[in-house]
């Protein structure tokens, strides 16, 4: 089964702290990894797509890393500010007939405290 | 946003009936996609379109409903058949090559 897992569930981190968050996928066959931040009561912003041969691809202060052997990926967020504070959703695309199909996790829900 | 726009943001259905959602987008993109997110969980896909007057049906189509007569729109019905609706409704489109996807902000569905 085509499956996105992601952990923590929720994280709250002080302001200026780095943390890491965790993405397992089963997904077969892979295609692309994508992440993205969800403001609360708005639609995902696309962060970073990493296809099966990239191994780690920055956007600012993320910086998100892939492990296509092990079929996992983490997102790294560097000094933190309080405008991350979001749900960051990992995506895994399989490629098929019908195009690009995506399974979504549910989410790490990051809260950042002055 | 990236071009697309969802309307209404709140939505309010009362038993039986039908309610439409509205998606525009002027990113001049082939394919669109409706999505429904519960608290918790990851998006999942009701329908989805590659082409114009062409749609597919996703993983949760029951009780839902679409059209796809302009490129630029795709608007979403929850019929009364749907006896859940209650979430949080993400319209989305991608270009050729459906690598890149673009939300809209999405509409707040409830039920009175």
């Known amino acids: 089964k085509n499956q996105v897992e992601q952990s923590p569930q929720s994280l709250i981190i002080l302001e200026g702290k780095n943390c890491t968050l965790q993405c397992n996928y089963t997904v077969s066959p892979f295609s692309n990894l994508r992440w993205y931040k969800q403001d609360t009561g708005r639609g995902p912003v696309s962060l970073t797509i990493?296809?099966?041969?990239?191994n780690t691809k920055s956007n600012g202060r993320y910086t998100a890393t892939l492990d296509a052997d092990t079929k996992q990926s983490s997102l790294h967020i560097t000094a933190s500010q309080l405008s991350d504070s979001a749900s960051y959703i990992c995506v895994v695309s399989r490629h098929n007939n019908a195009g690009n199909m995506l399974t979504f996790g549910g989410g790490t829900r990051l809260m950042v405290k002055p | 946003d990236g071009g697309i726009t969802q309307s209404p943001k709140y939505l309010f259905r009362k038993e039986g009936q039908n309610v439409t959602l509205s998606c525009e987008q002027n990113l001049n993109h082939d394919a669109m996609y409706w999505y429904r997110q519960d608290p918790g969980q990851g998006l999942r896909l009701i329908y989805y379109?590659?082409?114009?007057?062409?749609?597919q049906k996703g993983d949760i189509a029951e009780g839902y409903s679409v059209s796809r007569e302009k490129k630029e729109s795709f608007p979403l019905t929850v019929t009364s058949a749907q006896k859940n609706p209650t979430a949080f409704y993400l319209c989305?489109?991608?270009?050729?090559?459906?690598?890149?996807?673009?939300f809209g902000s999405g509409t707040q569905l409830s039920v009175l």
């Open positions: 989305a489109s991608s270009g050729a090559l459906g690598v890149k996807l673009f």
């Open positions: 990493m296809t099966f041969s990239e």
């Open positions: 379109s590659q082409i114009v007057n062409d749609f």
